[in-house]
């Protein structure tokens, strides 16, 4: 909980910063939130667009890598969370089959498939985020969420979406240099 504390005020702070360069500009938390979301969603999307279609199966083979997630399943990992904190944030059930677990329904496996469900994961996600109130009054805590019961706001399931998003785009750069390749963002 310390590490996840931790790593939500460095978001916050490093959301913060451009922001205090202008007196005049004021956003809300929705509009910071949202801003970190666009960022993501490009960054992922363009690593699932890269990524051929066969290498969607890769998984690290080796001692310690046992279990671990293939690409594909990274990718639906990132969209059942988005879509399960957007839907605690908005009090409602997911709008999509989130499968069992937090891998994502096995019924989607295509590049294709996988790209629209998670494009549609950072649609719903944007909806959610567009529900922050700015007095970050508390939600019910979401099953998926390691808020204690009761504590939890609609800005901090958004900041825990967004530091779960960035763990997983770490292991998607992973993947890709595993494989030889250079992931999009580095070769700018």
């Known amino acids: 909980m310390k590490s996840l504390k931790c790593a939500l005020t460095?978001?916050?702070?490093?959301?913060?910063?451009?922001?205090?360069?202008?007196?005049?500009?004021?956003?809300?938390?929705?509009?910071?939130?949202?801003?970190?979301?666009?960022?993501?969603?490009?960054?992922?999307?363009?690593?699932?667009?890269?990524?051929?279609?066969?290498?969607?199966?890769?998984?690290?083979?080796g001692e310690g890598f046992h279990g671990v997630r293939s690409f594909a399943e990274q990718l639906r990992h990132i969209a059942v969370d988005n879509y399960l904190l957007g839907a605690g944030m908005l009090g409602e059930k997911p709008p999509v089959d989130t499968g069992k677990g937090e891998d994502g329904p096995e019924s989607i496996r295509t590049?294709?498939?996988?790209?629209?469900?998670?494009?549609?994961s950072f649609a719903y996600m944007r909806r959610a985020v567009h529900a922050i109130d700015d007095d970050n009054a508390p939600i019910p805590t979401p099953q998926i969420s390691p808020w204690p019961k009761g504590?939890?706001?609609r800005l901090g399931l958004a900041l825990e979406d967004c530091v779960h998003t960035w763990d997983h785009y770490g292991q998607l750069v992973e993947y890709f240099r595993m494989n030889g390749m250079i992931p999009p963002e580095s070769r700018k």
């Open 10 to 61: 460095t978001i916050l702070v490093l959301s913060l910063a451009p922001i205090s360069h202008s007196q005049t500009a004021h956003r809300t938390n929705a509009q910071i939130v949202e801003f970190i979301l666009d960022i993501q969603q490009r960054r992922v999307l363009e690593m699932a667009e890269v990524m051929p279609a066969e290498k969607f199966s890769f998984v690290p083979a």
């Open 111 to 120: 590049k294709p498939d996988v790209i629209d469900y998670v494009t549609g």
């Open 151 to 153: 504590t939890a706001t």
